[in-house]
């Protein structure tokens, strides 16, 4: 340590009486223990995964089944699902329509659901400027915002 800081009688005194478990009676040698990390072998062997079952999911099995809940339903245009909010960054030719349509969407928390899908292009969308904008949409644009969410048409 410093002499200043030894000096200037800054350092904490061994008893505190505000303490339950003083520090000299929890670390007698005078140092603090540090944080034990262990390897993944090490929680492995002492959990004994070998003795669970197969199709139970642990940290050794992480593929589990599918979820029973159904998936949420998220315009793919906005992004929204009920309350979120975050930014997003617009292809240029949508942002200038998506400006106005994004005040009328924060004001009212309906339009923040997707409960639609168009059967033309597959695309989920809140409302009817969302759908407006998705059917002027090139055939290009609807087949990246469907990869995006996995659902994308291969077209051979």
């Excluded at 350092?11 to 603090?32: A, D, I, N, W």
């Excluded at 969407?105 to 059967?119: G, H, Q, T």
Aim: aromatic share 10%; hydrophobic share 35%.
């Amino acid at each position: 340590m410093e002499p200043e800081v030894i000096e200037a009688e800054l350092v904490l005194p061994t008893h505190l009486s505000f303490k339950r478990v003083q520090m000299y009676e929890k670390y007698p040698k005078g140092q603090s223990r540090g944080r034990h990390w262990k390897h993944l072998r090490q929680i492995i062997q002492a959990e004994n995964y070998q003795n669970f079952p197969p199709d139970e999911p642990n940290y050794v099995n992480i593929e589990s089944p599918p979820s029973m809940h159904p998936c949420k339903k998220i315009c793919d245009i906005t992004g929204y699902e009920i309350s979120e909010q975050k930014s997003i960054v617009w292809p240029f030719h949508i942002h200038l329509l998506m400006e106005n349509l994004l005040r009328v969407e924060d004001s009212n928390p309906r339009f923040k659901k997707a409960p639609y899908s168009d059967p033309r292009t597959n695309l989920r969308y809140a409302n009817a400027e969302v759908f407006k904008l998705i059917r002027s949409l090139p055939n290009e644009y609807v087949q990246r915002y469907l990869a995006q969410r996995n659902a994308a048409v291969v077209l051979k």
